[in-house]
T-cell receptor, first 112, second 115 residues
Framework: DAGVIQSPRHEVTEMGQEVTLRCKPISGHNSLFWYRQTMMRGLELLIYFNNNVPIDDSGMPEDRFSAKMPNASFSTLKIQPSEPRDSAVYFC??????????FGPGTRLTVT | AQSVTQLGSHVSVSEGALVLLRCNYSSSVPPYLFWYVQYPNQGLQLLLKYTTGATLVKGINGFEAEFKKSETSFHLTKPSAHMSDAAEYFCAVSVSNSGNTPLVFGKGTRLSVIA
């Protein structure tokens, strides 16, 4: 099993640009989570999906953030327009019938 | 509401010494409990979990944790620390037994191992 796949692994962009982060969950998993990790705030849950349906997006910081899951094998997190304070590591995680979540390697985003 | 408290944001031990990372939880239903480890520049990796049954659970890399309901604790231990154990450790609790809700994570404890 390839595990949770995230792309890109690193992204450097200028303020105001659109950023799209991608995630492929583990095959057969029906829940997907997006997290953000910073030194100041630690690990924050942004949004999660069950069976491709967004369940709770209360962690999304602003309307500049949006997430989609068009099918069971793909999800995106989009930031438009990006700001320097969005710089963080963004993790995707998935879960199947068990309770543990499996994390991807993360995308390190730097907004200059 | 469920919550997790990890005592000590940073723990430092000597190589070969006992590792003890503390975790206390609050849950209105029987909890499922987890420890994750995060090495530098990597994602979180499951170390071990408690769901039901034996309260002492063993995980990878020689770590183990004991669920103590009376103390609402799930402390992580390892008899002898290795340099490779230096990482961030997160305790987490399942919010409900439905399996449809996210884990609630603690703020993490950074473990340093001194040679």
């Amino acid at each position: 099993d390839a595990g949770v796949i995230q792309s890109p692994r690193h992204e450097v962009t200028e303020m105001g640009q659109e950023v799209t982060l991608r995630c492929k969950p583990i095959s057969g998993h029906n829940s997907l989570f997006w997290y953000r990790q910073t030194m100041m705030r630690g690990l924050e849950l942004l949004i999660y999906f069950n069976n491709n349906v967004p369940i709770d997006d209360s962690g999304m910081p602003e309307d500049r953030f949006s997430a989609k899951m068009p099918n069971a094998s793909f999800s995106t997190l989009k930031i438009q327009p990006s700001e320097p304070r969005d710089s963080a590591v963004y993790f995707c995680a998935s879960r199947g019938s068990a309770y543990e979540q499996y994390f991807g390697p993360g995308t390190r985003l730097t907004v200059t | 509401a469920q919550s997790v408290t990890q005592l000590g944001s940073h723990v430092s031990v000597s190589e070969g010494a006992l590792v003890l990372l503390r975790c206390n939880y609050s849950s209105s239903v029987p909890p499922y409990l987890f420890w994750y480890v995060q090495y530098p520049n990597q994602g979180l990796q499951l170390l071990l979990k408690y769901t039901t049954g034996a309260t002492l659970v063993k995980g990878i890399n020689g770590f183990e944790a004991e669920f103590k309901k009376s103390e609402t604790s799930f402390h992580l231990t390892k008899p002898s620390a290795h340099m490779s154990d230096a990482a961030e450790y997160f305790c987490a609790v399942s919010v409900s037994n439905s399996g449809n809700t996210p884990l609630v994570f603690g703020k993490g404890t950074r473990l340093s191992v001194i040679a």
